[in-house]
């Protein structure tokens, strides 16, 4: 605004003008700067992580214990994770991110990413997690074909996720309606 | 009232009650379709409130997890509300993320909102509202949403109570209207029937008619009522003035009568007198004259001398007997009348006059002088008389001057008879025509003072006036009034 003063002068069209150009400029340059902090895929996926929590009958967590969401094998979110959980709770109890490395740890989580360093061990990790109701996510492809419940699906700039109701059935979870509609494809038989 | 122009009262009642009736009508109306009109504008503010926040909730795993799609289909449920023109929901950081219009081409929408959580704000322009809505999920500000929904509802509604009113408003007035004119008649036609009573008793004096009575105890009866009395009591009056004035005709007339019956009677009774005085005294003069020339010889002087004093007195007693004689006459003879040339009239009678005193130097000046209406034989004996008074009395004058012409008088045309003689005391001039009155010495003048009388007599019998103005040795003016010519 400092240059205003310039164009002055030259009558009130012109200031206006010269504000319109210096309003455009700046607008243009917060676009430019929104779009270099658009987040990651990583970032979006532990967002994603975060809420799903929120739209699933749990089980009652018992008293003093955290709502754990877990990853299982490399973990591709780091502090991401941590940043997106901190603060929030379900129910009573608090969030909080958890690196296991066996299925077997798993056993406190409520949800399990499954990094895709464990693609190949896909089979044998969700039969040992068949019986614990915990909530499986992953972007490894063919997930919800291979019975898991949550697929990231990158798509763009976004990310998607598609859903096997019956796999969550199975493990007695109950996924909100609101979270289907979402989805983009939702498997009813195994 | 003064900015009111003349109308009877009726109309004034009439729109008195249209005007009282309307205005209250009117604000009745207006209070109700106000009080409606803003309620109905809190129940489109709550609905599009319910319509946000429903939007809002269905919104947030859409939001949640990027899906714009869902979020529009969220939004085209919108389009069951056909007030709703456009919708949009913005992300937290207020940028568009998906938007409905109802004509489908999403305008109107702008590309940024940013709504303070857990807030909800709405704008009326002139034809929209618009509400935007935070959008929050588990204590977070996750978005918001806003709609924007026209008014024709509202407009329409507007228009109806419009309609409305102004139906409303004409049905009453013209029940009004109806209403009042049926109250007019117990109230404005009593007053109007009084008004046009009182209109026909002022224009035609007629205290007989009555203002018709109502059978209410209102003002306006008493009012009528008292009218009546009043009519009453000034007819009465009138019949009381009326009889009166006839009582006293009446006996006018009665005597006039009366006296008229004496006058003839004094009149026939003077006439017989000096008719019946004349024979005698024609013996005595006949005798007294035939002694002063039969018998001079015989008789020594101082009787020639008495019987000459008796030869005069008896020709003054025969003048006298004349003049009575002719004054009587005036009194009894029938008036007959004509168109009277005064100025040959006078002229004529001055000719005659002087020629009865030769060895008189007079001058006459006879002036203009009017036609008048008259018997001419009295006016000339009028005249005559008038004309040998003046010559009379201006007999120590030479030359003797008579003026004889008209003048103005207050408006009046008066004729005048002047002279330069001897005048008289104006303090005796009430007995100036009077009979046998006489204001000089027989020694001096000679008359027998039955002149001025006749004169008088004669100009009172043409509805005239007589008088006389005179100084002492200043001359006389005699004046006299006769009505002109019809």
Known sequence: ??????????????????????????????????????????????????????????????????????????????AMLDAALKGQSIGDAPMAAKRVATPEEAAGCRILFISASKSAQLQAILTALAPMNLLTVSDVSDFTKRGGMIQFL?????????????????AGLTLSSELLRVATTVRREP | ???????????????????????????????LAGYELADFRQTLERRLSTQAQIVGTSSVTALLFNDPAAARNTLSALRAAPNVMSAAIYTAAGVVFAVYSRDGRGGGVPGQAVTPAGTEEHRFTSDQLI???????????????????????????LLRYTGIVGMVLAASLLAAFLLSSVFQKATARPIMQLAETARVVSREKKYSVRAPVTGNADEIAVLITAFNEMLEQIQERDTALQAAHNELEASVERRTAQLEAVNRELESFTYSVAH???????????????????????LDPTALGYVSRVVDSTR?????????????????????????ELKNLVEDVAREVAEECPGRNIQWHIGELPVVDGDPGLIQLALYNLLSNAVKYTSPRDPAIIDVG??????????FVRD???????????????VFERLHRREDFEGTGVGLATVQRIIHKHSGRIWAEAEIDRGATFLFTLEPRA
């Open chain 1, 154 to 170: 990158p798509e763009g700039d976004r990310v998607r996720f598609e859903i096997n109701l019956s796999a969550a059935q199975k």
């Open chain 2, 420 to 434: 330069n003689g001897v005048g008289f005391n104006m303090k005796y001039a009430h007995k100036l025509f009077g």
């Open chain 2, 276 to 298: 019946d005085l004349r024979a005698p005294l024609r013996h005595i003069q006949g005798f007294a004259e035939a002694l002063r020339e039969d018998c001079a010889n015989t």
């Open chain 1, 1 to 78: 605004m400092a240059r205003l003063p310039l164009a002055a002068h030259n009558g009130p069209s012109a200031c206006a003008l010269a504000v319109a150009l210096v309003i455009s400029l700046a607008l243009f340059a917060a676009g430019l700067s929104a779009q270099t902090a658009k987040p990651t895929e990583y970032e979006v996926e532990a967002e994603y992580l975060s809420n799903f929590g929120r739209f699933v009958e749990w089980p009652a967590t018992p008293a003093g214990e955290s709502f754990h969401v877990c990853v299982l094998g490399q973990d591709p979110f780091g």
């Open chain 2, 316 to 340: 003054r007693m025969d003048q006298l007997i004349n003049d009575l004689l002719g004054l009587a006459q005036v009194g009894r003879q029938e008036m007959h009348f004509r168109p009277i």
């Open chain 2, 1 to 31: 009232m003064p900015g009111i122009r003349p109308y009877s009262i009726r109309q004034k009642l009439t729109w008195m009650n249209m005007l009282v009736s309307g205005a209250a009508l009117l604000l009745a109306c207006m209070a």
């Open chain 2, 131 to 157: 509400l935007t809505r935070a959008i929050g999920f588990q204590g977070k500000n996750i978005g918001t949403v806003r709609i924007q929904s026209d008014l024709h509802e509202f407009n329409d509604r």
């Open chain 2, 406 to 415: 008209t003048k103005r008088d207050d408006g009046e045309r008066v004729i």
